[in-house]
């Protein structure tokens, strides 16, 4: 038998070397994914929307006439009593005289203490004639009962009696009347003088209820019309939540349903109970312009009120509303799901590859999914799987 050299040795060997180099190198290497555990547990099924607080009985104190409220001195989070001070209505300032506006204001005045006068002497005049035409009667009387004088004499003397003493009740009116025209006419002058000095006639407006100031809505001093909101009075330890949820998700909410808050700001979740689902739906512009109908759902908060003592009105918090519960369900996270046509599908790591598995999906809710059939626990799913993930890959869980 020849011998064989050692240098054809050596290059046997390198050459199977590099084959197996170039072999390694086009080898498709194994993908790493992220896996999870099919487990068996309860499944919860919750709304998920965020929310925020109310007071549930608030007190918006309004401006009950026009005129120049005072500056509320009351802050945010003040506290008041029922028949506290909120604020002063005072008279809105006249308006502006001009030159000839003044001018003409001064001679109305100078007509009207001229009719005063006027009225004044035609009232003197009444009375003259009156007391004429009583002395007048009084003769033709005395006259008749001598005979000298005849009935209708006397009846001409009563006539012009009559005529005369209503002749002086008009004159007293003219003259009242001229009197009230010339304060008129001095009450409009007067608007303007500010030498005066007598403190203009107000209106107080007081809070209806004790409570806590929520906000001030109008805090300087202006000129308000009837019905102007001045402050909102509350009670902030007596707070609910406004949870506003798809019409479609709302059906399945149920008065009682507890309610998980959270990203409330405080150190853990809150425990809160549905109330009542309003009965009336709303539209609203989604974040992506679309179109939905939703509804509010009111929650109360269960948990000790020493959890959340600065939780405040208007607060922004997430709620989970469970609206179902299915005990020993096989779950599995949301994101190892995917639809090939009208079926559920996920890929389970066996033997180190992805194999395609159908599943039934009896509820997603959130992050998870409960299962009825395709998966037994402690299977593992690939989560999320990327467009290089086929069956028979190679695949290693990172």
Same mark, same amino acid.
């Given at each position: 038998?020849?011998?064989? $050299?050692?240098?054809?040795?050596?290059?046997?060997?390198?050459?199977?070397?590099?084959?197996?180099? *170039?072999?390694?190198?086009?080898?498709? #290497?194994?993908?790493?994914?992220?896996?999870?555990?099919?487990?068996?547990?309860?499944?919860?099924?919750?709304?998920?929307?965020?929310?925020?607080?109310?007071?549930?009985?608030?007190?918006?104190?309004?401006?009950?006439?026009?005129?120049?409220?005072?500056?509320?001195?009351?802050?945010?989070?003040?506290?008041? &009593?029922?028949?506290?001070?909120?604020?002063?209505?005072?008279?809105?300032?006249?308006?502006?005289?001009?030159?000839?506006?003044?001018?003409?204001?001064?001679?109305?005045?100078?007509?009207?203490?001229?009719?005063?006068?006027?009225? &004044?002497?035609?009232?003197?005049?009444? #009375?003259?004639?009156? #007391?004429?035409?009583?002395? =007048?009667?009084?003769?033709?009387?005395?006259?008749?009962?001598?005979?000298?004088?005849? *009935? &209708?004499?006397?009846?001409?003397?009563?006539? %012009?009696? +009559?005529?005369?003493?209503?002749?002086? $009740?008009?004159?007293?009116?003219?003259? +009242?009347?001229?009197?009230?025209?010339?304060?008129?006419? &001095?009450?409009?002058?007067?608007?303007? =003088?500010?030498?005066?000095?007598?403190?203009?006639?107000?209106?107080?407006?007081?809070?209806?209820?004790?409570?806590?100031?929520?906000?001030?809505?109008?805090?300087?001093?202006?000129?308000?019309?009837?019905?102007?909101?001045?402050?909102?009075?509350?009670?902030?330890? #007596?707070?609910?939540?406004?949870?506003?949820?798809?019409?479609?998700?709302?059906?399945?909410?149920?008065?009682?349903?507890?309610?998980?808050?959270?990203?409330?700001?405080?150190?853990?979740?809150?425990?809160?109970?549905?109330?009542?689902?309003?009965?009336?739906?709303?539209?609203?512009?989604?974040?992506?312009?679309?179109?939905?109908?939703?509804?509010?759902?009111?929650?109360?908060?269960?948990?000790?009120?020493?959890?959340?003592?600065?939780?405040?009105?208007?607060?922004?918090?997430?709620?989970?509303?469970?609206?179902? %519960?299915?005990?020993?369900?096989?779950? *599995?996270?949301?994101?190892?799901?995917?639809?090939?046509?009208?079926?559920?599908?996920?890929?389970?790591?066996?033997?180190?590859?992805?194999?395609?598995?159908?599943?039934?999906?009896?509820?997603?809710?959130?992050?998870?999914?409960?299962?009825?059939?395709?998966?037994?626990?402690?299977?593992?799913?690939?989560?999320?799987?990327? =467009?290089?993930?086929?069956?028979?890959?190679?695949?290693?869980?990172?």
């Amino acid at each position: 038998m020849a011998k064989v $050299s050692p240098s054809r040795i050596v290059v046997a060997l390198l050459a199977v070397c590099i084959v197996g180099a *170039v072999i390694w190198s086009f080898w498709p #290497n194994p993908i790493p994914v992220e896996t999870a555990s099919a487990t068996r547990g309860t499944f919860v099924a919750t709304v998920d929307e965020d929310g925020k607080t109310r007071v549930r009985e608030r007190f918006v104190v309004a401006s009950p006439l026009a005129g120049r409220t005072t500056r509320v001195e009351l802050d945010a989070g003040d506290h008041v &009593k029922a028949g506290d001070v909120i604020a002063s209505i005072l008279p809105s300032p006249a308006p502006f005289l001009d030159p000839r506006a003044r001018r003409e204001a001064e001679e109305r005045l100078g007509a009207a203490e001229a009719a005063l006068d006027r009225a &004044k002497a035609t009232m003197e005049r009444a #009375n003259v004639v009156l #007391n004429q035409a009583d002395r =007048d009667l009084s003769r033709a009387r005395a006259l008749l009962e001598r005979g000298v004088s005849t *009935v &209708k004499a006397v009846e001409q003397a009563e006539l %012009a009696h +009559h005529v005369a003493d209503r002749d002086v $009740s008009a004159a007293n009116f003219q003259y +009242h009347a001229a009197q009230h025209a010339v304060e008129q006419a &001095k009450a409009l002058l007067a608007l303007y =003088d500010r030498s005066t000095g007598t403190p203009p006639e107000s209106f107080e407006v007081v809070a209806p209820v004790a409570g806590e100031i929520i906000r001030v809505l109008q805090e300087s001093e202006t000129i308000v019309q009837p019905g102007t909101p001045l402050v909102e009075i509350g009670d902030c330890c #007596n707070l609910e939540i406004v949870v506003d949820v798809l019409s479609t998700d709302a059906v399945e909410i149920e008065k009682g349903d507890r309610v998980i808050i959270e990203h409330w700001g405080g150190p853990k979740p809150l425990e809160g109970q549905v109330r009542t689902v309003e009965p009336g739906g709303f539209t609203k512009i989604s974040t992506l312009g679309v179109e939905e109908q939703r509804a509010n759902v009111i929650i109360d908060i269960v948990s000790p009120r020493k959890e959340w003592l600065d939780l405040g009105d208007a607060y922004q918090i997430d709620a989970r509303i469970e609206v179902l %519960a299915i005990d020993d369900a096989l779950i *599995v996270p949301s994101g190892a799901l995917f639809r090939q046509g009208k079926e559920w599908n996920t890929y389970v790591v066996r033997d180190g590859r992805a194999e395609l598995r159908p599943v039934e999906v009896l509820r997603r809710s959130g992050g998870v999914a409960a299962l009825s059939a395709g998966l037994e626990p402690g299977e593992q799913v690939i989560v999320y799987p990327s =467009d290089s993930i086929a069956p028979g890959v190679r695949v290693v869980p990172r």
